[in-house]
């Protein structure tokens, strides 16, 4: 497989002004003409020194924290986001993954799902990569991003293999979940099969290949956790997005499952269930009285599932707000 990155350089003008400058390179000793245009992902590695630049990702598995990585995958500017924060600050190298959102409709039923919808598509790469940058200099950690497309079995093996590459992965977080497309609620009798299908494979498919990736690795070592993110439809249909609930439902039906299989061998494996809206954290916002629920609190909810004692795992979690 031919790796694609970005190399990230700071220099400083005569007038002391820093300038960024950013160019694609290919890990393959054969070069092509190939474009990063049409590389299956784009991997952004944020290094937490200016002074340093990226020279090829499988020379960087040896710089990376002795606690491994913390793979998330679907990132945007709240959940996703804070969780790779928490993870990045209690010293794990972190990989973010998210795919390009393309020009979709966003329903306003995106604000009850734990997932980041409320960026708007024709920035998402860059806010993917800002993130980066952000969690790296704040957490003085390694931050990679990655862009996936969790309904292709293809684009999940491929960005793992640029996880993977790094090092072992010690934490997978699936948060990725297609959101509705539209809004009022669609009559079940106007779904189309590709709609459905698509729902299901990135809900329930897409975190079925991302847990196959990252689980020998972890049964070889004897430990590690994977935390699957669900919400209200996980338990409770909602009329008029059966693809999304029948998604939802899978999820956590795999996670049980793999609890259940894994547990004895020392993977930890928790669903989290989430119901309510997810607002900007409060530290940020200012306002303690919102009843949206804080993407801080929640990240901090799924750091205790990693570190819980083994004599007394969660697999399952139920999140609200308090009013």
């Not at 990736?213 to 009329?239: C, H, N, Y």
């Not at 200012?286 to 609190?297: E, I, L, N, Q, V």
Request: charge should be positive; glycine fraction near 8%.
């Amino acid at each position: 497989m031919e790796l694609f990155h970005f190399q990230r350089f700071i220099s400083v003008s005569k007038g002391g002004r820093m300038s960024t400058s950013s160019q694609s390179t290919s890990s393959s000793p054969h070069p092509t003409n190939t474009t990063t245009t049409t590389s299956p992902y784009l991997l952004h590695k944020v290094k937490p020194f200016p002074s340093c630049h990226l020279a090829n990702m499988r020379s960087m598995s040896c710089s990376t924290s002795p606690k491994g990585i913390a793979a998330i995958v679907g990132v945007g500017p709240r959940l996703g986001r804070s969780v790779a924060r928490k993870f990045a600050h209690e010293g794990y190298t972190v990989a973010i993954l998210a795919r390009d959102l393309g020009k979709r409709f966003l329903s306003p039923l995106a604000l009850l799902l734990p997932i980041e919808f409320d960026a708007p598509p024709f920035v998402f790469p860059f806010l993917l990569s800002r993130f980066a940058d952000e969690i790296a200099c704040e957490a003085k950690a390694q931050v990679f991003a990655i862009r996936i497309d969790c309904s292709d079995s293809k684009s999940v093996r491929e960005a793992f293999e640029g996880v993977l590459s790094l090092g072992f992965v010690e934490v997978l977080v699936y948060n990725a979940c297609e959101p509705p497309v539209t809004c009022p609620p669609t009559n079940f009798t106007a779904i189309t099969v590709e709609s459905f299908e698509r729902s299901l494979a990135v809900s329930a498919v897409g975190a079925f290949h991302c847990a196959q990736q990252v689980i020998p690795g972890m049964v070889e070592r004897g430990r590690g956790t994977i935390i699957f993110t669900g919400s209200s439809v996980s338990l409770s249909g909602f009329a008029g997005y059966c693809g999304l609930s029948c998604g939802k439902f899978a999820l956590r039906g795999l996670s049980q499952s793999l609890a259940r299989e894994y547990q004895s061998s020392g993977i930890h494996i928790a669903h989290v269930v989430i119901h309510g809206d997810i607002g900007a954290p409060r530290s940020s916002r200012g306002d303690h009285s919102s009843t949206s629920m804080d993407p801080d609190a929640l990240a901090q909810t799924y750091w205790h599932i990693h570190v819980q004692d083994k004599g007394a795992w969660t697999q399952e979690i139920d999140l609200r707000p308090s009013t």
